[in-house]
């Protein structure tokens, strides 16, 4: 037993309760799910780009052993909608200040008429086992008659291109301007501009454990129970309510242990709707499970833009004018919305004061699978152009990158500080709090300074050795809304029992939230019991994406603990015949100050505010100690970092190695240093990932070339170098534990610090990485620019 | 000859008889045949390494193996680790280091270390990375998951 | 990502695996370590009938060192070759060369037999094979052959091997006393197949080049041997323009493919990195072997 200590739990690494189940191979994933009477799903997905589903003929499919159900797009579209719920609307703040034009394709849950990328699902069966049904998909004789494959997203904008949606009549399926003072007149009288394109790649969560939905369709009681791999839920449920036309009361959606998700598993999927629908049509149970080249082929990617940047500075380097237009290849549908592409203009000042500033957005579709968030979600596309270009003026006026930074970046005595642009929550973007110089001096003092880095620099160059430095700063909004539910009560047993939208995918939820509400209670932890990511426990949630559980779910717990605690000294107060003001929580009891023997324990309050005749509760006073709380953000809270790591380059092979990476990181208070420092490195690695390794590859055919762990390479421990994170703690006003969010942040940087510790370490040649990820071939091609 | 056959392996000490058709991986018939759910799958094509489990004492990868394959083998899977209700000293030292987040690897990880640790005496840091590299987790970014095998290795029983 | 269907045979003995293979027709397949195949069968990329598993065909595995001749049954694990000091003493580039395949739990199943005779032109022990000009041992219920590895790698994922036949067993020979061998590979993660693979053996004798051998993985459609960069070398003291002037035989010669993960022109400057490793390092040995 943990004792309380008097100064609780929040700030101190607790260790995690999940880590039991997990060591022992106790933990339950969807696909450890055996339901009786079980059948297994396996999809048909299209092997084509784009083309006219001609016919779909189940017969041959129907005779292989252990088949028992297949069912194709075109029924299944009679029978339930598309996915609409996904969409976004927007808030009015942001619709009155954004220029915008959205017209976004509905995904029907499985193609009926034409196939738009590899991958997209034409067809489902269900049969005794996997081998089973996966012969069946196999037999499934269907026909097509391919179109040409709109790949690239610059000619998919212009005309003449192959429309991927002809109901909307353009790949442009969304504009969206926003501009803070006069960006032209700016630019022009700026002593100097420059102009780049920035491309960054395609990648994606890709989860250890792929995706998975079990389901099971009670027809007695009209009910359905979904297992999930999901990061949302309510989500799941309020969309599986709206297509199957049930009441949410009648669907119960629980994620068991997930895998891990990083966005990949935040919004609802087809297969989300689609296993449901097959349980209750054909009355069996029915699990599905991912298998990882579905995953790559059919689970969201990300990133994948084109910028075109403008910057005007003066010779100091301060910056005069910022302008980006930038293209969001968003593949063949938007599952959710504009919201990415926004939140990368949302994100491209930084730490940054500018004047005068411009970011205009067309978000494109294309025959390939659909890009949806992905930890950082539109952030580190923003900081590539941003961080790469401060390095750029510095090149261009022959000053450190790091003074360039520091010259325009927003000082601790502004804050909090308008940044004159709405955040996509509708609200004016205002950070909150931080000291961001502060933190870039920091980064650069771990690194061992700029100084001294040059030094080493000069000198290994003379011996043909080519070293690098390279920054990264970024800002980032987290805890967005638009809001998070927690059910709080003390139970028969006088135990605290919570309950939050919040759905773990690893990041230690249960122990963090059995915290705050130790905290909360002044109980010893191990009273508090904590439910997470099941809709039965709690009415209305919203789920874990966007950097936002422990803001959210925390600040929802905070206050339904109130009420349930105004309740319990009431009664207490009667109890002991003492007045409330003199009453405190303690160790699980409600004590009368200074007279700690005069007390009862949380479960004689339990049995007193109980319903019934045996009730001692105060006259008039509601039955039983429960609660439940929505809370809303007023708007998210800025967490921000600095980042600096050094790279060699070997120059035989142009293989990049990370000598050393520092992240300073600032999301206010931390509940839990020991996990907040795991979220931040397991990011950290996902960037370097992206920076060097990561990469989804399409061929003019719209051919998925990098289909297996064999071409989608994730970094190993023997690629990951050693990094060190500094956790600055500046508190945020804007919650009442002063916590940030954090969960997205440290996968930020590492793409564009690369980037820029690189094009450093190569500046004798003369060649910039402006383009993601840095291949090796193309660092060693910069040593021997004839070829 | 595609009809199932009937499959004896010593799992975690424990003679266990299952029915696996000749295609059924090894992967499969542990978690589907026999219930042993601890031994993940990340990929079905050796790479993630999320389903390792030893064989005869060795690391290798269910999903590259046949279950007929196994038949008269000693499987060890990562539901055999602990002593009862005490956690065996690499599991330990993992949750020490937060080694796991989502703990869909951790299994794979575990038994490949211990594979390690016993194959490769005096590993130094580089080695550990390297060896370790056989499994791929997404969430910890792998500090944690050397400094356990690390330490695990400088004072482990072999 | 399940297997298809397929017949199953676990023969017990040599000649009941030839007589299987022999009777089942050209779309049986020899299951092996399975460390590729069955990732093939995976993705139903292989599909074939049989499937006959001669893991349980005790005679194909051993090492057997017989003096100027290391003979290495086909079945012989990888693992075992990592941990094998006759490996290690007698044939130092197959050694070496066995830590660059994949990762040890791969190496636990995955044989040397197996990784020859599938011939995927990024694996290590092929590019070792030809650079010691291995003799491969061939069996079929006709009878035997012994093939040399000049003649063996035909094309990608394609040997010499008759339907019938199968690789029992490989003859590496020993290293000479004076020689040095190194492996030097890069490859996008640790423990990936080759971008380009280097396996070099030099033998000195006063200094000078007496032997020189040298090939690769993942620079062609089948393992390359370089013979115009070992002429170079030969009679050479391996000063840095010979093997500047190897190095660029190796590249010129190389033969490589474009991917997602290398273009060819890349790979083929890979080649000359690799190879300026691996002759340097196997020239500094000799050197101390001599």
Known sequence: MTAPSPDGYIGRSVPRREDRRLLLGDGSYVADLVLPGMVHAAFARSQLAHARIVSVDFARAMDEPGAAFALGGAELAGEMPPIGGMQVTAPKGWADRVDHRITLPPQNLMASDRVRYVGEAFAVVCADSRYAAEDAVEAIDAEFEPLAAVVDPEAAASPGAEIVHPDIGTNAVAELYVEKGDVAAAMAAAPHRVRRRFRHHRYAAMPLECRGVAAEYDRRTDSLTVWSSTQVVHWVRKELAFALGMAEEKIRVLAPDVGGGFGGKGHVYPEDLIIPYLARRIGRPVRWVEDRHEHILNAAHSRDNIHDAEIGFDDTGRILAFRDDFIVDSGAYSPVGAGVAYNTTAHLLGPYHVDNFAGGTAVVVTNKTPNAPYRGAGRPEAVQVTERLMDIVADTLGMEPAEVRLRNMIGPERMPYEVGLPYRDGVPMTYDSGDYPASLRRAIEEIGGVEAFRERQDKARAEGRYLGLGLGCYTEGTGVGPFEGATVKVDASGKIVVSTGACPIGQGHETVFAQVTADAWKVPIEDVVVLLADTSTLTMGYGSIASRSTVTSSAAIGDASDKVKAKVLAVAAALLEASEADLELRDGKVAVKGVPEMSVTLREVAAAAAPGWLSRRPEGSEAGLEATSYYEPPTVTWAYASNAAIVEVEPDTGRVLVERYVEVHDAGRLVNPGLADGQVKGGLVQGLGGALYESIEYDEAGQLLTGSFADYLLPTAAETPPIEVVHMETPTPLNPLGVKGLGEGGAIAPPVVIANAVTDALKPFGVEFNTLPIRWQDVRAAFDPAE | ?158 | MKPPRFDYRAPQGLDEALDLLADSGPDARILAGGQSLVPALNFRLARPSVLIDINGVAELAGIDDQGDRVVIGAMTRQREIEVSEDVARAVPLLHEATRYVAHLPIRTRGTVGGSIANADPAAEDPAVAAALDATMVCRSRRGERRIAAGGFFVDVLTTALEPDEMLVAVEFPRIPSGAGAAFAEISRRDGDFALAGVAAQIALTNGRVTDARIAACGLGPAPLRFRNAEEILLDSACETEAIEAACDAVAASSDPHDDVHASAAYRRQLAAAMARRALNAAHTRAGVAA
């Open chain 2, 1 to 158: 000859m595609t009809a199932k056959r009937s499959v004896t392996v010593t799992v975690n000490g424990e003679a266990r008889t299952g029915e696996a058709e000749p295609r059924m991986l090894l992967s499969d018939f542990l978690r589907e045949t026999l219930g042993l759910t601890g031994t993940h799958v990340g990929c079905e094509h050796g790479i993630c390494g999320a389903c390792t489990v030893h064989v005869d004492g060795e690391a290798a990868r269910s999903c590259l193996m046949l279950a007929v394959q196994a038949d008269g083998a000693e499987i060890d899977t990562v539901e055999g680790l602990a002593d009862g209700e005490t956690l065996h000293r690499l599991q330990q030292l993992f949750s020490k280091h937060r080694a796991l987040q989502c703990g869909f690897c951790t299994p794979g990880m575990l038994m490949t270390a211990l594979d390690l640790v016993r194959h490769r005496p005096n590993l130094t840091e580089a080695e550990i990375r390297s060896g370790m590299a056989a499994v791929l987790c997404r969430c910890t970014g792998y500090e944690g998951i050397v400094h356990a095998v690390a330490e695990y290795a400088s004072g482990g029983e072999r």
